[in-house]
């Protein structure tokens, strides 16, 4: 998998997560998502996002690159 899918994939989970512990523990978590969301809106316009760093380290590959 690519960076973008990856970091699509841990955005989703992230925002998933947070909605439920949410709903089921405490509201406070929805400040998270809304954290999670301002990061995506941020990376619109910049292309970057931390998680990117993150998962170049772990080797992930941008969509461009060979395996």
């Given at each position: 998998?690519?960076?973008?899918?990856y970091l699509r994939l841990i955005a989703g989970?992230?925002?998933?997560l947070t909605v439920l512990?949410?709903?089921f523990f405490s509201p406070y978590w929805f400040l998270f998502t809304g954290f999670v969301a301002l990061n995506l809106i941020q990376s619109a316009f910049t292309n970057?996002?931390?998680?990117?760093?993150?998962?170049r380290k772990l080797g992930a590959?941008?969509?461009?690159?060979?395996a």
């Open positions: 998998m690519t960076i973008e899918r989970l992230f925002v998933l512990l949410g709903y970057w996002c931390p998680m990117m760093t993150f998962l590959k941008n969509e461009g690159q060979r």
